[in-house]
């Protein structure tokens, strides 16, 4: 797996969504680079090398949920993922102009991303490498600010609470139909806060 690690960290790194399409699944990291004061820290250790994740994902080819084999991802899930996480960041910024003025701003221009892509008879190995990019990141928008890569729960399943990212980064119209209790803002700043302290910057 150290290994997986390193090559992964040795891909290069493009625009998000990079400007090219390709197919197949794997594994994939953003990098956030621009100056919300809540993620300075996340930005300042990637404005000279892409140090540090705010969030490792991965797309599953069809059918690997199921645990079926699969031999080729013809839809491309890893691009429209990354694509829709662009789309997500575009929508927060859209909605910034009527947002709560400490609430963080995100401009699309300010990411970056680097994936892996894994064949499909090697699918097992997805999840697993996933795993241990989180683990050994810690990527703010996987452990502290939850929800990023949340789906449009569905009619009747609405009672679930407004996820920590939509709190902050509110845009995604779906969201504002969940009527669970969420967190509130400051709560979620504060452990922001005390998560980004354990972090090294880099001059």
């Given at each position: 797996?150290?290994?997986?690690?390193?090559?992964f960290?040795?891909?290069?790194?493009?625009?998000?969504?990079?400007a090219?399409?390709?197919?197949g699944?794997?594994?994939?990291?953003?990098?956030?680079?621009?100056d919300?004061?809540?993620?300075?820290?996340?930005?300042q250790?990637?404005?000279v090398?892409?140090?540090l994740?705010?969030?490792?994902g991965?797309?599953?080819p069809?059918?690997?949920?199921?645990?079926?084999?699969v031999?080729?991802?013809?839809e491309g899930?890893?691009?429209?993922?990354?694509?829709?996480?662009?789309?997500?960041?575009?929508?927060?910024?859209q909605?910034?102009g009527?947002?709560?003025?400490?609430?963080?701003?995100l401009?699309?221009?300010?990411?970056?991303?680097?994936f892996?892509?894994?064949?499909?008879?090697?699918?097992?190995?997805?999840?697993?490498?996933?795993?241990?990019?989180?683990?050994n990141?810690?990527p703010l928008?996987n452990?502290?600010?939850?929800?990023?890569?949340?789906?449009?729960?569905?009619?009747g399943?609405?009672?679930?609470?407004?996820?920590?990212?939509?709190?902050?980064?509110?845009?995604?119209?779906?969201?504002d139909k969940?009527?669970?209790?969420?967190?509130?803002?400051?709560?979620?700043?504060?452990?922001?806060?005390?998560?980004?302290?354990?972090?090294?910057?880099?001059?």
């Amino acid at each position: 797996m150290l290994d997986a690690l390193r090559f992964f960290n040795g891909t290069p790194v493009y625009e998000l969504p990079p400007a090219t399409s390709f197919t197949g699944s794997g594994v994939y990291a953003l990098y956030y680079t621009g100056d919300a004061p809540l993620y300075e820290k996340v930005a300042q250790l990637n404005r000279v090398a892409y140090n540090l994740p705010i969030y490792v994902g991965k797309a599953i080819p069809s059918g690997g949920r199921r645990g079926l084999t699969v031999l080729d991802d013809e839809e491309g899930s890893l691009i429209k993922r990354l694509r829709e996480h662009f789309k997500s960041i575009v929508l927060a910024h859209q909605f910034a102009g009527v947002r709560s003025a400490e609430l963080p701003v995100l401009d699309p221009l300010h990411f970056a991303c680097r994936f892996m892509i894994i064949p499909g008879d090697e699918a097992a190995l997805i999840a697993p490498i996933e795993a241990a990019l989180i683990r050994n990141y810690l990527p703010l928008w996987n452990s502290v600010v939850d929800g990023f890569g949340n789906h449009d729960p569905g009619k009747g399943r609405y009672e679930q609470a407004k996820s920590a990212w939509d709190v902050l980064h509110p845009g995604r119209k779906w969201a504002d139909k969940c009527l669970g209790e969420p967190f509130p803002a400051d709560v979620i700043v504060a452990s922001i806060s005390s998560h980004l302290q354990k972090i090294k910057t880099t001059s």
